[in-house]
């Protein structure tokens, strides 16, 4: 039986960032160092393939700092935690390494900064989400709040009004953060903020480059976790150009009577899913159909971070 044709466009930049990269190095090292089992605090970053991949290496992953044992040593994840987590780990005389990305303690270190100065800080994040719980972790309680969406910018009452200033989360649309931070500042003109906002280099790109593929195709399959933040605003992203789009986390998740039989289908990955999965969808589509293959242009990003001190001397 011949097999439907099918275009396949691959997004790109897609998939792991420089900070992702470094976390996964991270635990990686210090499972060479130190030996198993090194403890995890939270997910590293948010994707079960990775995380199971260390877990055989003999990571073991924990929610909060009391079920790491004394004598262990702890990596923090990707996406920050509270101030008062370093701290305990240190009166604790645990060993700890921190993950966090770069671009995330930049936004900690903003924050510190701004209160230092006596602002108020108005936040645009996701509530619950771990770099949202750990960059209001750098202050003191009262002293930043939390805004979701266009209408939390347009009703609330922050605490004062005078030395005002905003920050983000690293991972939001670009597009609602843009609409958020315009009501902002007509509301307060005076408000103080990063230039632009504190969304990282990796996200645009890959909203950008979703946004891109979407011009030209049917539907669009986004490969990351359902509580990976930035994969699902690729997903958001595809769908608000009416180019229906699905988070998968793996090829066996692929709905097949969703996609139906396409002409054009486009694929891309959240920051947190390795290239290996891109590779086992690909595979999969081309069991069902003739796939010819290929990959949106684009500079390469060609960012790295730097290892902690502590792990490569
Ligand atoms: C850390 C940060 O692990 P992720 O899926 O995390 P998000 O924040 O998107 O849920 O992706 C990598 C990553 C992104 N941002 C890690 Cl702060
Ligand atoms: Fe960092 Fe952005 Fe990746 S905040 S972990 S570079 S998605």
Same mark, same amino acid.
């Given at each position: ?16 960032? #420089? ?39 003999g990571a073991v992953f924990v929610e909060d700092l009391a079920s790491v044992p004394d004598g262990? +040593?702890?990596?923090?994840? @990707? ?73 939390? @910018? ?10 005002? #200033? ?10 609602? *953060? ?24 990796? *996200? ?9 593929? #979407? ?9 990351? @976790? ?8 690729? #997903?958001? @992203? ?5 180019? +229906? ?16 039989? +396409?002409?054009?289908?486009?694929? *891309? ?22 796939? *010819? ?21």
């Amino acid at each position: 039986m011949t097999k439907p044709p099918l275009h396949l466009l691959i997004a790109a930049p897609r998939g792991f960032c #420089a900070g992702v990269d470094r976390a996964i190095k991270i635990v990686e090292l210090a499972l060479e160092r130190h030996g198993p089992p090194v403890y995890v605090r939270h997910e590293i970053v948010h994707n079960r393939f990775v995380v199971d991949r260390l877990r055989g290496l003999g990571a073991v992953f924990v929610e909060d700092l009391a079920s790491v044992p004394d004598g262990r +040593p702890v990596v923090f994840s @990707a996406h920050g935690v509270p101030k008062m987590v370093p701290a305990a780990a240190q009166a604790r005389g645990l060993e700890y390494v921190d993950a966090t990305c770069p671009l995330v303690s930049k936004v900690h270190r903003q924050a510190e900064r701004m209160i230092e100065k006596d602002m108020h800080i108005l936040f645009i994040g996701h509530a619950g989400h771990p770099e949202v719980i750990g960059t209001f972790g750098q202050v003191p309680e009262g002293k930043m709040q939390l805004i979701e969406t266009e209408e939390d @910018a347009r009703s609330i009452a922050p605490a004062r009004t005078d030395n005002l #200033a905003f920050l983000t989360q690293t991972t939001l649309s670009v597009d609602d *953060t843009a609409a958020m931070i315009d009501i902002l500042k007509e509301r307060f003109p005076s408000i103080q903020g990063p230039r632009g906002e504190d969304i990282c280099y990796a *996200t645009s790109n890959r909203q950008a480059a979703v946004k891109q593929i #979407a011009e030209t195709v049917d539907k669009m399959l986004v490969i990351g @976790a359902p509580n990976s933040s930035n994969s699902r605003r690729l #997903a958001e @992203a595809s769908n608000r150009l009416d180019v +229906p789009a699905r988070l998968i986390e793996r090829a066996q998740e692929i709905d097949w009577e969703w996609l139906g039989t +396409p002409l054009s289908l486009g694929l *891309t990955a959240g920051a947190s899913a390795p290239e290996i999965l891109v590779r086992e969808v690909v595979e999969a589509l081309a069991e069902r159909f003739d796939v *010819t293959e290929e990959e949106a242009e684009h500079e390469p990003e060609g960012m790295i971070f730097k290892l902690p001190r502590e792990l490569v001397a």
